[in-house]
């Protein structure tokens, strides 16, 4: 089964930047968009931007300005520029995918194991 496999996260000070990767070990069928989304305890995971393979892009309103998506959702491909990092960033982000395992099968949702991302104050 294919999977998102994620790297870039740490623990960083305010202010600073860092940059999630997201690649897929196989092909996915009918990719239709690729994102990221942030967790914290105690409240549902949240959309933090997503692309889609047309290279239209949405982003979560606390994080406008200062983050940048970008990648090749053909190649399977998305990475998450973040840059003038606040605490309130902290959180664990997961990749996301929406596509399907052949093109027989019915699209779905796919999740990266996630990345912890810290940022001290």
């Known amino acids: 089964q294919v999977q998102l496999l994620e790297s870039g996260g740490g623990l960083v000070q305010a202010g600073g930047s860092l940059t999630l990767s997201c690649v897929t070990s196989?092909?996915?069928?009918?990719?239709?968009?690729m994102g990221w989304y942030r967790q914290v305890p105690g409240k549902q995971r949240e959309l933090v931007a997503r692309?889609?393979?047309?290279?239209?892009?949405d982003y979560a309103d606390s994080v406008k300005g200062r983050f940048t998506i970008s990648g090749d959702v053909a190649k399977n491909t998305v990475h998450l520029l973040m840059n003038t990092l606040k605490p309130d960033d902290t959180g664990v982000y997961y990749c996301?995918?929406?596509?399907?395992?052949?093109?027989?099968?019915?699209?779905?949702?796919?999740w990266g194991q996630g990345t912890q991302v810290t940022v001290s104050s």
């Open positions: 692309i889609s393979k047309t290279n239209t892009t």
């Open positions: 996301h995918a929406y596509g399907a395992d052949s093109s027989y099968d019915p699209s779905r949702d796919y």
């Open positions: 196989g092909t996915i069928f009918r990719l239709i968009r």
